[in-house]
């Protein structure tokens, strides 16, 4: 079921209809890249090469912010990177 469908039959539906106040459909993007303010070692640079992955601003934002010491909550869609936001300055310091 398409999410189009399942917000009709909410809206729609007696029981739910009086729950959903607002929708809206947002156009995709473009992603917007970021940059790393410290260079990563040479393996985690490697990797991210290895595997075609660019870092997303966010995603550069709170490695930077990790990095200088600072803490950080990242919330974000589902797979839009946070893990790897996370993970890069777990390795870092590792």
Sequence with gaps: M???DVIRLLSTNPVYHH???HTEIIEPR???????DSPLSDRITSYLDQNGIRLYSHQCDA???????????????TASGK???CYIPVFSSL
């Design 63 to 77: 490695i930077n912010l990790a990095h200088a010491g600072k803490n950080v909550i990242l919330t974000t869609p």
């Design 83 to 85: 893990t790897l936001a």
């Design 2 to 4: 398409a999410v189009e």
């Design 19 to 21: 729950r959903v106040v």
């Design 30 to 36: 473009l992603p917007r890249y970021g940059t790393i």
